[in-house]
């Protein structure tokens, strides 16, 4: 499947209850956050799946550590209690794999895992990743959404593999 196929049931999970990002660091620790922003397009002639995480997360310094990552599309209306556990507990603190009793699946590539009984699946290699500076946003993002300054980094994944799974 390309990369773009699907485009929408991506955006429809962003903007509702959200998608499960997946990160396996060097040493093998997995983490699972629920995230409600990411973009896809082509970068530096490369299909790129883009996802901000804020560095006071603890899967920013996996992410920090780590040469893939996936992001996994629930099927609509599906593990709404599993997205709200993910996106509200640390992993620090939780093993949120175990508590919310998920199945990973293995990846395309070597430390890519999905979350089982996915929608939609995009794996990505990390070919790159950079801060957002507060002063290069309007006034408005700022105020609304880094009131605090806990400004996002932003990690580019080479898109590798796409796979849409039926119910």
Not at 67 to 75: E, I, M, N, Q, R
Not at 87 to 97: L, T
Not at 106 to 123: D, F, I, P, T
Request: charged share 20%; proline share 2%; with cysteine.
């Amino acid at each position: 499947m390309e990369y773009h196929e699907h485009f929408d049931e991506l955006c429809s999970a962003l903007e509702g209850a959200g998608a499960f990002l997946v990160v396996q660091n060097g040493k093998g620790r997995i983490n699972i956050m629920t995230i409600g922003w990411a973009q896809a397009g082509v970068i530096w002639g490369l299909p790129v799946l883009t996802v901000l995480v804020r560095p006071s997360r603890h899967t920013c310094s996996l992410l920090a550590a780590a040469s893939h990552f996936s992001v996994c599309v629930p099927h609509a209306g599906a593990m709404k209690k599993e997205l709200a556990f993910c996106g509200s507990k640390s992993g620090r603190e939780y093993d949120k794999v175990r508590a919310c009793a998920l199945t990973l699946n293995e990846g395309a590539v070597k430390n890519v895992k999905y979350v089982e009984g996915s929608a939609l699946v995009y794996q990505c290699e990390i070919v790159g990743r950079s801060g957002l500076e507060r002063e290069s946003l309007a006034a408005a993002v700022r105020g609304k959404y880094y009131p605090d300054g806990d400004m996002h980094t932003l990690f580019y994944g080479k898109i590798i593999k796409t796979e849409k799974f039926k119910k």
